[in-house]
């Protein structure tokens, strides 16, 4: 029975991950299977078709050089016999290629646990907070909300709109709160409450990019005078539709915010899903889950074998 269940599962990952990864497939899965099943020589002609193919589709110069001299390797050594052996060669080095941002979110035993969610406005944050409370709940976690974008009236109130539809307290101030302030205040009540997480919502855009990087290096502070550990993940969201510009974001927060781990949102509506592999390739931080719908349950654990299986498998 639990062999059925396992199976039942598995089958429906992959399908949750088919769907939502529909509108990249369509251009880089689709694109690279009819190019390489459709050729009798595999030459350098092909592979700079497929060089094309991989850039527009947002996989990035690092990682594409890394899967074309792969297969450039195996071409040479005739250990690819014709376009269905390297399509399936490919498709083994990209799950490679982003096997190691596959790591399971596992909060410690530290109480509270808190989580910091940093990432520029637009991305989904305050969404994707909503998403993993909910998550985290089904994990049999009691959690908290902390407003801490206090510099947007909208962001709060949903927050507190999620709060709602997920049965879990928000601590909140007047928009224009200090943020740290509220963070803390926000940790400091799970603490009395015995609540196990807090996660922490942040703004995503002050006056400039170094007064946004001061602002969290100050709630990092704040937060340490309650718990030296703490936070003990910031997390870094991410929105597929932006592609090569989520690199970048990686770059900017990485060091200035301590970032530990990833989340990538709007897999579903994007044909930039590619941009996994890009971050695979040039900045492997644990990609924990992505955003593969509008309910509250779409935030999925990041599964490698199923998102290299959505790319390709209509």
Same mark, same amino acid.
């Given at each position: ?244 510009? $989520?690199?970048?974001?990686? =770059?900017? #927060?990485?060091?200035? +915010?301590? @970032?530990? !781990? %990833?989340? /990538? ?29 509008? $309910?509250?349950?779409?935030? =999925?654990? #990041?599964?490698?074998? +199923?998102? @290299?299986? !959505? %790319?390709? /498998?209509?």
């Amino acid at each position: 029975m639990n062999e059925k269940r396992n199976h039942a599962k598995r089958k429906s990952i992959l399908a949750r991950f088919s769907n939502a990864l529909a509108k990249t497939r369509s251009q880089f899965g689709n694109g690279i299977s009819s190019l390489l099943l459709g050729t009798r020589q595999l030459d350098e002609s092909i592979l700079e078709e497929l060089r094309t193919q991989l850039l527009i589709s947002d996989v990035g110069v690092a990682a594409t050089d890394r899967l074309l001299d792969n297969l450039s390797r195996a071409i040479r050594r005739k250990k690819l016999r014709d376009g269905e052996t390297a399509l399936q060669a490919l498709r083994v080095d990209i799950e490679n290629t982003v096997e190691p941002l596959q790591k399971q979110f596992e909060p410690s035993e530290s109480r509270p646990f808190v989580i910091l969610v940093v990432g520029v406005n637009g991305v989904g944050k305050t969404t994707t907070i909503g998403k993993l409370s909910h998550y985290l709940q089904e994990q049999g976690h009691s959690v908290l909300l902390a407003a801490g974008d206090t510099y947007r009236a909208a962001a709060i109130e949903q927050l507190q709109a999620w709060g709602q539809r997920t049965g879990v307290p928000v601590i909140s101030q007047r928009p224009g709160a200090d943020s740290a302030s509220v963070i803390f205040d926000a940790v400091e009540a799970a603490g009395a409450r015995g609540t196990d997480i807090v996660i922490a919502d942040t703004a995503g855009r002050l006056q400039n990019k170094s007064n946004l990087m001061a602002e969290l290096a100050k709630i990092r502070r704040v937060i340490q005078r309650y718990d030296p550990a703490a936070p003990h993940e910031t997390l870094l969201v991410l929105d597929a539709n932006i592609g090569q510009n $989520a690199i970048a974001q990686v =770059h900017e #927060f990485k060091d200035a +915010a301590e @970032v530990s !781990g %990833l989340i /990538v949102t709007k897999l579903d509506g994007s044909a930039k899903a590619g941009v996994v592999l890009a971050i695979a390739a040039e900045n492997p931080l644990p990609l924990y889950f992505v955003g593969l719908g509008e $309910a509250h349950e779409d935030l =999925h654990p #990041f599964n490698a074998r +199923a998102y @290299v299986d !959505g %790319l390709f /498998v209509s």
